[in-house]
């Protein structure tokens, strides 16, 4: 089961919808816990104990700092319990993946994560312990959220689990921003990533300087829309069901400068790693060395959040590096220069580093880029690239046309010039993709 | 004012019971068109268990979707207009659909290669192998630009040239390459036409010491030109013309034909080699002697004595109509369908010649070797 499947729009969706809202507003959490466990149940039964098993714990860890509320250290051993679980199934569970090629587990790394972060906030009081299982259960494997976040705080969205009115507008925006979210996840996202595969399954003597483009600027599309598609989409589901979800992604390859692209891409994964580890290391409190190694910790967070691989790992590290840089460095050079040179200059950074990336190995990628530049001596192109640009010319259109912030300012333009027929033409518009995305889908 | 706010408080409770009817609407169509043609769309607690269930949903429903064909018809449009001529495997051209053949499974075409090898050292009959090309590799003219295919040509080389003083082998590539700007392949069904199985029919007859009958001792007759084939199903595209199916019946000597199929336990015959009244039974290829069996014995009342045994695959339906003027008895074995109790039945020391005569996909993709086995053990 994935959220862009037809039985899911039009059967799994408008059903809960319908139960979720028909029910008094009090069990309307209940609800939709347990529709999220059918989903799980549903996209992938054998994880269904690990995720009961791994919330249960964490609540329970929760329950056991109410209790030894006057306990310093036995607080501190519920915290320190909770972390070591959490940190034990992702490693656990990662290591099943790459060594044993097991299957991996739907959402794992979010609910532990979200899991964490409840209990470190209240460890930290800066929330009061959860009493209600049901909305900590529901605020850790809300599904919509379990593919790619955004990892929220459970503060930012307890509100909104509790009192959750109908409010049809929101259900027609939410179902609009679905809409868009499919369409990047499954159109430009899956169209995209068959292109980087197609190139990455040539044999080693069909490669080519266009081709190797081609996969470093394929691959950093795919990345792109198929986790803000499925972020979208999870924002769109959630505001159907009155909760909102703050946005992950804000249109990362438009960044002017490779901390701007940080705080674009992946934002709350980023937020997160802030809020619990670079805060907890006195953020930048002991001068820049110890500052400069906090930032490439969180660097390579942000890679090993793409799963445990040494490439993922370095390629957190460069990003830092040029953070350090820019901090540290040419912060004054960037804040002069003018907008569009920044751009390129984040564009080349951001692009070069999905060379690492892309490689299995650090020889690879470093195999990457002097292929790239034309010397490793291949030829500049052959048939077979152009093939496949032939093939996809308008799909890399598309997604260059909608990594740019292109079409939210005409929207932005025509709801405030024209409000209501724009309304009515957007609508028309989504209904029109959602037509398309299920033609697409047969 | 106080008016207004009612209004206002009506319309928001109008437009939350439209909300709610609209979901249930739309659930219910989904419930109802799925269950229409499939009543087992319901749970059952093993599916769930196992996570098969979400998929089994996932087919129902997509396999009775309201207008799916007008849909299926709008998503190929799309994807056309997006630039891709390559979609499921099948390339599209207003001329006809191509199917891409996939470069062939090694370790499958050595083991058939080598039981088709030891057939002819073994059995001390005539033994002939003749390997089809498929449309890609033939009418290369319609594939797209900058287009790769498997080069089927050196495939076939490489293939016949191990089989070299064990087995004939009829060179069909060429036969059909020389006529590539010809009807020979459907547009719609990844097949020869009759016209590209008479072509490989006059291959053949070289190498089998046929005297091959000129095209124009045959008349055409034609069972339809609206077919659309399997190609057709799976791409939609609708530029591409239908198909003819033309029926070449021996007209300078006629003959009489016994076609008996043996499906299962069951046994079909038809007295004549192309049995029309199966068109309306939807089965519009079958007109060709009744399609291909698991075995196909095909009785000719003609001056010939000679018995030939082919084990070949649907490509049969084009070149056999032909091939039979020439034998007393043909019988086509399909090994893909042959039951171990039908191998039985299979008296290969009782034929003349022994023809393998399979498409290349087929030859590359399946296993014929367990089934030979069991032929070659009797």
């Excluded at chain 2, 449009?77 to 099948?90: E, F, M, P």
């Excluded at chain 2, 013309?241 to 016994?258: E, I, K």
Aim: contains cysteine.
């Amino acid at each position: 089961m994935r959220m862009t499947n037809l039985s899911f729009i039009y059967l799994i969706l408008p059903l809960s919808l319908f139960v979720f809202y028909a029910v008094p507003p009090k069990a309307r959490g209940g609800v939709l816990l347990a529709v999220s466990l059918l989903y799980y149940a549903l996209a992938q039964p054998r994880g269904l104990w690990l995720l009961l098993a791994c919330v249960a714990l964490d609540y329970a860890a929760m329950q056991g700092m109410a209790l030894l509320d006057k306990h310093p250290r036995g607080r501190r051993f519920c915290v320190t319990f909770c972390f070591a679980k959490n940190l034990g199934f992702i490693v656990w569970s990662s290591a099943m993946v790459e060594i044993y090629g097991a299957e991996a587990r739907l959402g794992l790394l979010i609910y532990t994560l979200t899991g964490l972060d409840t209990v470190l906030c209240a460890y930290r009081r800066e929330m009061p312990i959860v009493r209600n299982p049901v909305t900590f259960a529901l605020h850790c494997c809300f599904f919509p959220k379990l593919y790619a976040g955004p990892l929220v705080e459970y503060r930012a969205v307890r509100e909104q689990m509790i009192h959750s009115p109908l409010q049809p507008h929101r259900l027609i925006e939410g179902a609009g921003e679905f809409v868009h979210g499919a369409v990047k996840n499954l159109v430009l996202g899956g169209g995209i990533t068959v292109v980087y595969r197609s190139i990455r399954n040539m044999a080693p003597e069909e490669a080519t300087v266009l081709s190797t483009w081609c996969l470093v600027i394929a691959l950093a599309f795919s990345v792109y829309f198929t986790l803000s598609g499925f972020c979208d989409m999870a924002k769109g589901i959630a505001a159907m069901f009155g909760i909102k979800l703050p946005a992950n992604f804000y249109y990362p390859y438009q960044s002017r400068s490779v901390e701007d692209f940080f705080n674009r891409f992946n934002i709350t994964v980023n937020q997160y790693f802030r809020r619990t580890v670079y805060r907890s290391l006195q953020e930048d409190k002991n001068g820049p060395a110890a500052d400069a190694l906090n930032i490439l910790v969180i660097g390579m967070l942000m890679g090993l959040w793409f799963g445990f691989h040494v490439n993922y790992l370095l390629w957190g590290l460069y990003l830092g590096s040029f953070i350090i840089l820019e901090k540290y460095l040419y912060k004054k050079v960037l804040q002069a220069t003018p907008t569009l040179f920044c751009r390129v200059y984040a564009l080349c950074v951001v692009l070069s580093s999905f060379t690492i990336f892309a490689g299995n190995s650090a020889r690879q990628s470093l195999g990457f880029i002097r292929d790239m530049f034309g010397f490793g001596g291949l030829e500049a192109f052959n048939e077979q690239i152009l093939y496949l640009l032939s093939s996809n010319w308008l799909l890399l259109v598309l997604c260059v046309f909608f990594s740019t912030s292109l079409t939210y300012v005409v929207s932005t333009w025509m709801r405030k010039l024209w409000p209501r027929v724009s309304r009515v033409l957007l609508a028309a518009v989504d209904a029109a993709i959602l037509l398309a995305l299920t033609a697409l889908a047969l | 004012m106080l008016k207004e706010a009612v209004r206002m408080k009506l319309w928001k409770k109008l437009s939350r019971v439209a909300c709610m009817l609209g979901m249930l609407c739309i659930a219910f169509l989904a419930i109802s068109y799925a269950a229409e043609q499939n009543s087992s769309l319901l749970p059952e607690w093993g599916e769930v268990r196992g996570g098969t269930y979400a998929s089994k949903l996932e087919q129902g429903l997509k396999a009775n979707f309201p207008y799916r064909q007008k849909l299926t018809q709008l998503a190929l449009d799309l994807k056309l207009a997006g630039g891709q001529r390559v979609q499921n495997q099948i390339y599209i051209n207003k001329e006809g659909l191509l199917r891409n053949t996939d470069p062939p499974n090694k370790k499958i075409t050595d083991k058939n290669t080598q039981v088709i090898m030891r057939f002819g050292e073994e059995e001390g009959i005539p033994t002939y192998l003749m390997l089809i090309p498929t449309a890609s590799a033939v009418k290369q003219q319609l594939l797209p630009n900058f287009a790769q295919t498997y080069n089927q040509s050196r495939f076939i080389e490489d293939t016949y040239n191990q089989m070299s003083g064990k087995v004939t082998t009829v060179d069909a590539y060429n036969a059909l390459f020389n006529k590539r700007e010809e009807y020979v392949y459907y547009r719609t069904e990844n097949n020869l036409t009759a016209l590209g199985g008479y072509y490989v029919y006059t291959a053949l007859g070289k190498k089998m010491g046929i005297e091959n009958s000129s095209l124009n001792q045959f008349e055409i007759q034609y069972a339809t030109d609206e077919y659309r084939g399997d190609l057709f199903q799976r791409s939609p595209y609708k530029e591409v013309r239908p198909d003819t199916l033309a029926l070449y019946c021996y007209t300078r000597y006629p003959r009489d034909y016994v076609v008996t199929h043996h499906v299962g336990g069951e046994i079909k015959t038809y007295h004549t080699l192309y049995p029309v009244h199966l068109q309306e039974m939807d089965r519009e290829m079958n007109v060709y002697f009744g399609g291909v069996s698991s075995i196909t014995d095909f009785q000719i009342a003609s001056p010939y004595s000679t018995r030939l045994l082919v084990f070949g695959d649907k490509t049969a339906l084009s070149y056999l109509p032909f091939v039979v003027n020439h034998y007393q008895q043909v019988t086509l074995v399909d090994l893909f369908q042959l039951s171990r109790e039908q191998a039985e039945d299979v008296p290969v020391n009782e034929y003349d010649q022994v023809l393998f005569a399979y498409s290349l996909e087929t030859y590359s993709r399946l296993d014929i070797s367990t089934r030979m086995e069991w032929i070659l053990s009797i």
